[in-house]
């Protein structure tokens, strides 16, 4: 295994725990430093961490995909996975935007040679 692609394995790890440490980190912190003790209710200790568990989830499917994908166009897999891991769906939409054009491109480039004379 590269070098790189240790690094990339150990990011993805962090982006998955990015989501419950944050939350853990934005709820948990202000609850201990307030002087009468009240806590946050159920409810709301539920809603957060499911919150901050999807968006987890949303981040390792968005770079899942992306990996494949990349894989299979032959593209930078890991660089796709980051980005997918890191900026979620608008990643996806850039990816498949680059696609698009790519594919344009080789059409553009086929019918160059190939156009018949007028």
Excluded at 76 to 102: D, M, N, Q, R, T
Aim: with cysteine; proline share 3%.
């Amino acid at each position: 295994m590269k070098r790189i692609e240790k690094v990339a394995i150990v990011l993805i790890v962090a982006g998955a725990l990015q989501g419950p440490a944050m939350w853990c980190l934005l709820h948990y912190t202000p609850v201990l430093m307030q002087a009468n003790g009240k806590g946050l209710s159920f409810l709301q200790e539920v809603l957060g961490f499911g919150s901050a568990l999807a968006a987890s989830l949303i981040s390792l499917v968005c770079a899942g995909w992306l990996y494949l994908e990349a894989e299979r166009q032959n593209h930078s897999k890991w660089v796709w996975c980051l980005l997918g891991l890191l900026f979620k769906l608008p990643a996806v939409a850039v990816f498949y935007g680059f696609a698009i054009l790519e594919t344009l491109k080789k059409d553009r480039n086929a019918n160059n040679g190939t156009e018949p004379i007028r």
